[in-house]
Every structure is written in C-alpha cells, then in structure tokens.
C-alpha cells in the first residue's frame, strides 16, 4: 500500500501523490488550521462563515487512516453519511490498494458524486477545480483499472446511485467552499440554500448517469475499433 500522508480539509487535500486520473470525470480545529487555494502561495485563515464550517469529524478520520489505525474504515463504513467526500475518496484509495478493488471503485464513484453535487451548490465556480484535484489524486490506479471493464464499470456506478438516492448525507457540503478562491477573500459563503440541497442532488445524479452512459458508448466504440 502507498504511504498516504494526513489530508487537510481546509488545504488542497495533498494526499497521494500521482499522476492525473484518467477516469471518467471542529470549528475551534478550523479557525486554526490554515487554507490555501491553487492561486494562493502562502496559508490563508478563513474568516466569517468560512470559519464557521465543521470539518473536524472528516479531518479527524483521515489523520486517524493516516495515522494506521486499524479502526478508522471501519468506524467510517458504519456510517458513511457523517463523513465529507474526501475522506470516501482517502478510504476508496486504501481499499483498492489492498485488493479490495471493488469495492474502492464503488467508494471512488461515490466520493466523486457527492463531490460534484457539492460543487454544484456552491456559488464560486473554482470549486470545481478541488473535485478534479480529488480525481486526480485518488484515481490514478481506480480510474484506468474502472474504465478496463466497461460493462463492472456500469453495473458499481449504478449500484452507487441506487445507494446514494436512498441516503441521507449528514455531513456539512459547504467544506467545498473551503476549496475555492472566494475563502481567501470572502467572508460569507455563496452556497445554495439547504431546502434546495435534496433537488441539485437529484440533478446531479442524473447528470452523472447521462456522463456515465455516453463515457460507456465512447468506451466501448473504442475497444470495437481496436478489435478490428
């Protein structure tokens, strides 16, 4: 397994070294710990609503998984819905690393949707860029090894939209805020409001199926033509 060092919610989520994915695409503790975006060379402190959002119980489940606490999946799989999506994508990584590729490629996918869901209730589009940061990070092996086998692909995404419709995530989605350049100037949070949380979800998953079904299509004229 790599050695994978502490991620900070609060930072760039530097965790896994790697190479670009090539799959389909406490608030005492936060006011603390410094964040930075892509843009920013030194650590900036959030400031206003920013620092009112609680991350502590995902920070402190990935520097226990750091850490090599046996415990720490296992706590994290009892209840799922508590943690932020990088902390799925960090546990997706271990599994996968040690031959429980299936399911590390269903925690990935679902680490990914969440992700992007929450990047579509923010207001600061550079949010985004964390998600494709995430990508990057967790996917260099789960990506390829996914998009090898179209037909598992297809059947563990859709197994992860089934779970995550019948779910009810708990954990905060403005920690993706926390990834974009609006904390380094900004003090209120440009989020959407919770009562529309349920319906970008929604949205989004559907978006998600769609991308799924035309990267399967383009998946799979491929491996026709390279048949010929």
Known sequence: ???????????????????????????????????????????ITPKGEFAQIDVSRSQQAMDDIAAGKAEAINTILQSPNDYAPPVLY??????????????????????????RSDANKSGDDTTHAAVSRLNQQFGIRI???STSNPDKLQAIVSQ??????????SYDPRWIALQGQ??????????????KWQEINALTRNQYRQGLEQALADLRNKQTEQAK
């Open 1 to 43: 397994m790599k050695k994978l060092s502490p991620l900070l919610l609060c930072a760039l989520l530097a965790a896994c070294a790697g190479k670009p994915d090539s799959s389909t695409n406490a608030q005492t503790d936060n006011k603390e710990k410094p964040a930075q975006t892509s843009e920013q060379e030194g650590p």
């Open 90 to 115: 960090l546990m997706s990584a271990i599994m996968f690393d040690n031959d429980y590729q299936d399911q590390g490629t269903f925690w990935y996918y679902v680490a990914q949707l969440r992700a």
């Open 143 to 145: 990506g390829p090894h």
């Open 160 to 169: 992860v939209l089934q779970w995550d419709s019948e779910q009810t995530r």
């Open 182 to 195: 609006d904390v380094a100037t900004q003090t209120t949070v440009d989020f959407a409001p919770e009562d």
